[in-house]
């Protein structure tokens, strides 16, 4: 299948850091390229510079007067009352130096990645450092300052004027992406999630169906807490289809937030790296079906960045850039260089071993509430347009 | 929370005088379920249901129905005395009125006066907004023993970790009068440090709960 794949990175990305016990850690992207490069899968040919987003695409989406804000807070001149309107300086997302820089740096990453597949030169593109999802128009939170994803879709719907299905299988709610386009039927949100009952942000319900002309274009599977591998893949794989068939997407973004697994400490949900392979090989198939290959995709979530984290995002670019997940043993040498560094021993291969997989008591009984919830999301894909 | 802070100001109404006919309509085109029927001075002196107007108008089976029962007054058919409150009364009262009585609609009167309405959607609505759900959080529920000063000794573990409590919950542990649960929600997508203080203070957490043991 394709090759003609592109991997967006900058050690720029490394600047998006809050502090040193905050559990967003943008180590995961240099992780990530090196795991790839041992691998021999990822070329320096491969490898695109982001740019930075300037002031004026944030303002696709962002209010001018919050990323005047931002930039204040980065530049160490704005109080702890002023930023709280923004969500700025709270425990999630903490001021640091130079942050609307840093964060510039992640939104325009997603915008090369979207010029690189839409001005033709290349069928997918992967920003590991973008998928900041839960940024709102004139706030921050939950770990993201500007939402590189909503200003994507603002700027394709501008520049290339295109039908937009953004994917999110992120473990929390794709909150920022749905609201930035629930009125908007050009724009198909999609989030599969732990249900919000127990996990942030809350919301994320079937029933968030858009507004308006917007209305049937909004689309959300939150999913019972402990889902595991066959559940996860039935559920996200047919509404998937259904969704692209009903929509008939130009260009398909996803968010590959990696917290679903078992191992990620803030979320309940317990896949293994089998739904790792999956979501990329769906995205991949069903962008060559509807969008003449078509694809960009984003990092996310992901807060076990040492064992799972590395290896997740890995398999979406092994996937852009092969068609296939990689298998067997991890390469040595990157083994070699990071395990000092880990506090946690590193895996040894790309797909969990048996004994990672939890026993589930009411497995049984999740599986059928996540199989109603799906019926309960067909519906919608069978409206005649 | 007061009355006067969920009511709906803007009362969609009827004169005694007015025919069925007429009420039907106004359920249809408004898409409610109520119609308070006053007088000239706004006195409210008797409301209709959608089923009050239903029950006076001819079945649908019947396909040579003359409809004249529609021209017939309201007044004819309304429910009276009504049941009406204050808008300083407080929503939990609303609650317990709707419960008791099996109505879903509450005219709100002052000086006798029609200023506003309230119906059991609304109420919902209200008590969706008291559980938090509305705002960016996550959810933990501690078990604590039924004992003055608990609240503040828990509430203190999330001020110092600087997160902000966006709604609290208290209700009753399954039939055991000796304990409460605890539910918050929390304004932060990393729950982490506050469970681990909880945990290690020894407050036995139902959310997030043991069955995630295998997580390592």
């Known amino acids: 299948m394709s090759t003609n794949a592109g991997f967006v990175f900058s050690n720029d990305f490394l600047t998006y850091r809050f502090n040193e016990d905050h559990p967003f850690n943008h180590k995961r992207v240099l992780l990530t390229k090196e795991l790839l490069e041992t691998n021999d899968t990822l070329k320096e040919i491969d490898i695109i510079p982001p740019r930075m987003a300037t002031v004026e695409e944030l303002s696709l989406f962002h209010d001018n007067e919050y990323i005047q804000t931002v930039k204040r807070a980065g530049s160490g001149n704005l109080s702890d009352d002023e930023g709280s309107e923004y969500g700025l300086g709270t425990e999630d997302t903490p001021i640091f130096p130079n942050m609307h820089e840093a964060s510039s740096y992640l939104v325009g990453g997603t915008l090369t990645a979207v010029d690189e597949v839409l001005g033709g030169k290349r069928d997918h593109a992967l920003n590991l450092g973008g998928g900041l999802h839960h940024g709102f128009q004139k706030k921050a939170s939950g770990f993201c300052i500007y939402n590189d994803s909503a200003v994507a879709i603002k700027y394709i719907r501008k520049k290339y004027d295109l039908k937009v299905l953004y994917v999110d299988t992120d473990a929390h709610h794709g909150d920022g992406v749905q609201w930035a386009f629930y009125d908007d039927p050009n724009v198909c949100t999609f989030s599969i999630h732990e249900t919000g009952r127990y996990l942030f942000p809350g919301t994320g319900n079937v029933n968030e169906r858009g507004i308006k002309s917007g209305h049937g274009y909004s689309f959300n599977l939150p999913i019972d807490a402990y889902t595991q591998d066959e559940s996860f893949l039935d559920v996200y794989e047919t509404a998937f289809r259904e969704i692209a068939a009903f929509f008939q997407p130009d260009v398909i973004i996803t968010q590959n937030g990696a917290d679903a697994h078992c191992f990620d400490p803030l979320t309940h949900l317990c896949g293994t790296m089998h739904i790792y392979d999956r979501i990329p090989l769906i995205a991949h198939e069903i962008a060559h079906q509807y969008c003449n290959g078509k694809w960009i995709a984003t990092g996310g979530g992901g807060y076990d960045m040492w064992r799972v984290v590395p290896r997740a995002w890995a398999q979406v670019w092994n996937v852009m850039k092969t068609g296939e997940p990689a298998k067997g043993i991890i390469p040595k040498e990157w083994i070699a260089k990071w395990q000092t560094e880990s506090p946690i021993d590193l895996p040894l291969f790309w797909h969990d071993t048996d004994e990672a997989i939890p026993h589930i008591p009411r497995k049984a009984e999740i599986t059928e509430k996540n199989s109603k919830l799906l019926q309960n999301l067909l519906k919608y894909t069978k409206i005649i347009k | ?216």
Not at chain 2, 15 to 33: C, D, F, G, V
Not at chain 2, 105 to 128: A, F, H, R, W
Request: glycine share 2%; charged share 20%.
């Open chain 2, 1 to 216: 929370m007061l009355v006067e802070d969920i009511m709906r100001t803007d009362v969609i109404t009827l004169p005694p005088t007015a025919t069925i006919a007429e009420a039907l309509l106004l359920l249809k085109e408004n898409k409610i379920r109520h119609i308070p029927i006053v007088d000239n001075d706004k006195h409210v002196i008797g409301i209709v249901s959608d089923r009050d107007v239903r029950d006076a108008s001819p079945s649908t089976f019947l396909t040579d129905a003359d409809s004249s029962e529609l021209n017939n007054e309201i007044q004819a058919i309304m429910s009276h005395p009504v049941i009406t409150i204050h808008p300083l009364d407080f929503v939990e009262e609303i609650a317990a009125i709707f419960y008791d009585r099996e109505i879903a609609c509450l005219p709100i009167v002052s000086n006798q006066i029609l200023v506003g309405i309230v119906t059991e959607k609304d109420m919902l609505y209200t008590l969706i907004q008291l559980t938090g759900t509305n705002v960016q959080s996550s959810l933990i529920q501690v078990k604590v023993p039924d004992r003055p000063g608990m609240l503040p000794k828990v509430t203190a573990i999330f001020g110092k970790r600087n997160t902000n409590i966006v709604s609290v919950l208290v209700y009753p542990y399954q039939n055991d009068p000796d304990y409460k649960i605890l539910v918050f929600r929390i304004q932060t997508l990393n729950p982490m440090p506050v469970i681990q203080d909880l945990r290690e203070a020894g407050y036995p957490l139902l959310w997030p709960n043991n069955i995630s043991e295998p997580k390592r």
